[in-house]
């Protein structure tokens, strides 16, 4: 009689699934990707959910990275306003970890549907053009840092990576084009997930095995992901990221409801 894998160690096929769907909406979306790794590692392996968020981190920095390069072929990365949102997105991270002690942690999960809920409407009601460009002046620049903060303390709060937020505030806020904004997103995670790593290195427990199955799974389908991505319509992209942005609010809600230690 053959045993089932241990909790917190999966099996190579169910990663490598994992591991694909997270490159194929990382590419498609311009997210992480660690709202679709950590769920699926503690609701499918009983992983523990600070692992899961450590073992997520290994392979969202190979992700980030693909996603970047194949969107910079195409020229849809601004790079200044990469750093101008990570630079947002590394202060907010520790503001949202020290909320997240004082804030109940029922009101957590609304906090975040409340957010998603304007940008969903906002989405909706304005949705992006392909080919806006992206001029960095004192108001843009002072709007990414912000968008960056708010990405951050969010991440901090509920968990859910940055791109969730950025790419929905380039498009909305600043005036970035649908490919520019998932782009620059995916540029801005390369730095914020190494200052993560480095800042909690001495707390990760990261399960090496795990981490790197993902990643290598995501970095095969990613390119996919974004070559859709470039033929989809503006419009129907953007209906497609707000029932994204919808399935995450869920995924939040129902965390929220059953927290893990």
Do not use: K, N
Not at 127 to 151: E, K, M, N, Y
């Amino acid at each position: 009689m053959t045993s089932s894998p241990a909790p917190g160690r999966p099996g190579v096929v169910p990663l490598l699934a994992i591991g694909a769907l997270t490159g194929f909406v990382s590419g498609l979306f311009g997210v992480g990707g660690g709202i679709v790794i950590v769920p699926a590692l503690v609701a499918a392996f009983h992983m523990d959910q600070r692992r899961a968020a450590a073992t997520s981190l290994v392979a969202l920095l190979p992700i980030s990275v693909v996603g970047t390069v194949v969107y910079a072929l195409s020229g849809q990365v601004h790079w200044l306003a990469a750093a101008l949102l990570a630079a947002g997105s590394v202060v907010g991270s520790p503001i949202g970890v020290r909320l997240l002690h004082r804030i109940p942690h029922r009101v957590l999960p609304w906090i975040f549907v409340g957010f998603i809920a304007v940008v969903i409407v906002t989405l909706l009601v304005s949705p992006p053009s392909r080919d806006s460009a992206l001029a960095i002046t004192w108001a843009s620049g002072a709007a990414l840092v912000g968008i960056g903060l708010v990405a951050g303390i969010l991440s901090g709060l509920v968990g859910v990576g940055g791109g969730v937020v950025a790419v929905p505030g380039l498009e909305v806020l600043v005036g970035a084009g649908d490919l520019l904004a998932r782009g620059t997103s995916l540029a801005m995670m390369i730095p914020t997930t190494v200052v993560g790593i480095l800042t909690h290195r001495r707390h990760l427990d990261p399960d090496l095995r795990s981490g790197l199955t993902l990643g290598a799974a995501a970095v095969v389908v990613t390119p996919f992901g974004s070559w859709l991505a470039h033929l989809l319509d503006p419009r129907l992209g953007s209906i497609l990221f707000v029932a994204f942005l919808v399935a995450v609010c869920v995924v939040v809600v129902l965390r929220g409801r059953h927290p893990r230690p």
